[in-house]
């Protein structure tokens, strides 16, 4: 017998149970004895898969972002506007498959799941291998290739899904900080390797199937790891009632459009900061370094992913609305000065902008995603079929980071567009300030106005 430390009743000990297929029956975490005799260590070693799998994801879901810049090099003639669909159409595959990728832990086995979806990582790879090889593939199969590396941004669901039933509540914003931390690094990682593995040996010309094949072993190497060493727990269950529920708060709709603006901006930048870097400064897309060619680009979605979890505690000190107001007027002011600053052609100054926006956006990331549990819990009710604000805000957190994703295919679009009507992305980017702004005017209105409810505890 135990005692619970929270309702401080005696408590049978949970017994865990293995099964065939590496099936664990009676995990509980919240079992304080558990926990510490054998729980903690079988969390940490699923975690630590989990990450690795799910970095991959993120950068196979990006990895059309840097491999667009060297098509024309490899001897394809695509215009703009097709180039920003084969970066954008990842991030819009990507973003719908995370509302059922969500239920897959419970339908499938988080372990089971992990294996698939590792796998499924080797269709877009090699898929981007042997198109990129021959100049004459047409438009049409790159963007269906495109497309399947849509399979990495569903990942991140299924992914934190699983891990969630692993760890106590007191432990589970810390294990599903890194595990989003460690798969956001995919997109930064990903625009680093690329360009040195394509250029490297090449001895002056391309080799940009390597582009693709560079990430095969690897990926074998994460389902491997998922079937020996990770596992499925029979008590992990979806909640298609409560994801249905959370639905129906008003606050749902606020949040998602919050989130598009701080983890869609990120995720969409990522896509195209390389490309911008090509159009804007030509002669830094890529800096050589040796015999190999480096995209600073990578610098980007890196100092975006390490901020995230900053954004994350400054929310639990200050508040999250504060801290997402701050970092929205911060994306608007520095979005205005990238733009104002254009005509003194300075690189430098350029990426020092990029950077801060990037740092901006990984803030507002993790305290945008820190107010969904805070403001479910303080503002839903009770649904009248029994759905808790608990149950409600554990589905929203899935279902919010699935339509904040869609950003990534907007902020491409956008830029696309306005490239094709005026010939500069300064039209895009005043769109980007307004929308910073009506975010801002709205978080303050909802969350942080007297009058607005809970604010103060908000």
Not at 39 to 58: D, K, P
Not at 73 to 82: K, N
Not at 145 to 150: C, F, N, Q, V
Not at 358 to 372: C, D, H, K
């Amino acid at each position: 017998m135990t005692t619970n430390v929270v309702t401080g009743r005696r408590e049978q000990a949970s017994t865990l149970t293995h099964r065939p297929g590496r099936w664990l029956d009676g995990y509980n975490a919240e079992d304080a004895a558990f926990w510490e005799r054998e729980g903690r260590a079988l969390a940490r070693t699923n975690l630590r898969w989990s990450i690795f799998a799910e970095f991959l994801g993120f950068a196979v879901w990006q990895l059309w972002a840097i491999t667009v810049v060297f098509l024309p090099r490899a001897g394809f003639a695509f215009s703009d506007a097709q180039t920003f669909w084969l970066i954008s159409m990842p991030a819009l595959v990507g973003a719908t498959l995370r509302i059922p990728y969500t239920f897959t832990v419970a339908r499938f086995g988080g372990r089971n799941w992990t294996i698939v979806s590792a796998l499924l990582l080797l269709i877009p790879t090699i898929g981007l291998a042997l198109a990129v090889g021959n100049p004459a593939t047409p438009f049409w199969a790159m963007l269906l290739i495109a497309a399947t590396a849509g399979f990495g941004g569903g990942n991140f669901a299924s992914s934190m899904a699983n891990i969630t039933f692993f760890y106590p509540a007191r432990e589970k914003g810390y294990a599903l900080g890194l595990n989003a931390a460690g798969g956001n690094l995919g997109a930064a990682i990903s625009q680093l390797i690329v360009p040195i593995v394509v250029t490297v040996g090449a001895a002056g010309t391309l080799n940009l199937p390597l582009a693709g094949w560079v990430w095969v072993p690897l990926i074998l190497i994460a389902a491997w790891g998922a079937r020996r060493f990770m596992h499925n727990l029979s008590h992990a269950k979806g909640d298609l009632a409560g994801s249905l529920a959370a639905t129906t708060e008003p606050h749902f709709w606020v949040l998602s459009l919050l989130y598009i603006g701080t983890f869609g901006s990120f995720i969409g930048f990522s896509g195209v900061f390389p490309k911008l870097i090509k159009d804007v400064f030509p002669a830094f897309s890529t800096v050589s370094l040796g015999v190999a060619a480096v995209s600073l680009s990578f610098l980007g979605p890196l100092v975006g992913s390490l901020a995230r979890p900053y954004g994350g505690r400054l929310a639990d000190r200050f508040g999250g609305a504060i801290v997402t107001v701050w970092a929205f007027l911060a994306m608007a002011a520095l979005a205005l000065t990238v733009v104002a600053t254009l005509p003194m052609a300075n690189f430098w100054l350029f990426l020092g902008l990029f950077l801060a926006l990037f740092v901006a956006s990984g803030l507002g990331n993790g305290s945008t995603y820190r107010m969904i549990p805070t403001i479910y819990r303080l503002k839903a009710h009770r649904s009248a079929d029994g759905v808790t604000p608990e149950r409600k805000a554990s589905a929203a957190l899935g279902l919010i980071s699935a339509i904040g994703a869609y950003g990534g295919f907007a902020i491409p679009q956008v830029l696309s567009a306005a490239k094709t009507g005026t010939g500069t992305y300064n039209a895009a980017f005043y769109g980007f300030v307004a929308f910073y702004l009506v975010a801002t005017a709205i978080t303050w209105a909802c969350y942080l106005r007297r009058g607005a409810g809970h604010a103060e505890r908000i």
